[in-house]
């Protein structure tokens, strides 16, 4: 199946920082989606972003398909900023690649 | 508008006993998921259905892993007989191929086998 990289692991800020996750995978992709899954274990849709770039309040992303990666912006974060991030991409050459496959994610811990 | 509604919330166990979950998608959504999600993991699909028909459970360990959506509305995810690598949390999630498949996931739940 699609291979999927998330960096970096875990990320410290303090509040009001700025801050970029990546996402690298290994198919081309038709679907890709970031997630925030918040202390309490909900996992949140934040972007449906296959390609382009698309904004949300204090957050974007952008996806370069041609390139294989995916980037999540955070400004001036916030201490409910909190949790992991999980990018998903489903690739589409078809077969094993077809299901949306999450990364390990990105835990990120925003300090008042 | 509802979200995916999960039952239990939680869930304990002793090895070899059965449980079962069950989850309600968002009215309308065709494609409903369920998702495994172990400790400092990304969540790892199980099943996915179209409808009531199962697109993909290729991950699913079938000698003890059973799902079923009657009706192409709510769905039940059992384990008989529980192992303790199976200690979790069990995932749901629902998606509408108008909205783009964007996938909203349900509260999960955490399940423990001692």
Do not use: M
Request: glycine letters at 10%; aromatic letters at 10%.
């Amino acid at each position: 199946g699609i291979q999927v990289e998330q960096s970096p692991p875990d990320l410290i800020l303090q509040e009001g920082a700025n801050s970029t996750l990546r996402c690298n995978f290994s198919d081309s992709v038709n679907n890709l989606q970031w997630f925030h899954q918040n202390p309490w274990g909900q996992l949140i849709n934040l972007f449906y972003i296959p390609s382009g770039t698309k904004q949300n309040g204090r957050l974007s992303a952008t996806t370069v398909a041609t390139e294989r990666y995916s980037l999540l912006y955070i400004s001036s974060s916030q201490t409910t900023d909190s949790g992991v991030y999980f990018c998903a991409p489903r690739g589409s050459s078809g077969g094993s690649n077809y299901k949306l496959t999450f990364g390990k994610g990105t835990l990120l811990t925003v300090n008042p | 508008e509802a979200g995916v509604a999960q039952s239990p919330r939680y869930k304990i166990i002793e090895k070899r006993q059965s449980v079962a979950f069950w989850c309600n998608p968002i009215s309308g959504h065709a494609t409903l998921y369920w998702y495994q999600q172990i400790l400092g993991q990304g969540p790892k699909l199980l099943i996915q259905f179209q409808n009531n028909g199962v697109v993909d459970d290729s991950q699913l360990p079938k000698d003890r892993f059973s799902a079923e959506r009657l009706k192409g509305v709510d769905s039940t995810l059992k384990i008989q007989p529980a192992k303790l690598e199976d200690s979790a949390v069990y995932l749901c999630a629902s998606s509408s191929q108008g909205a783009g498949e964007k996938l909203f996931f349900g509260s999960g739940t955490q399940l423990s086998v001692l």
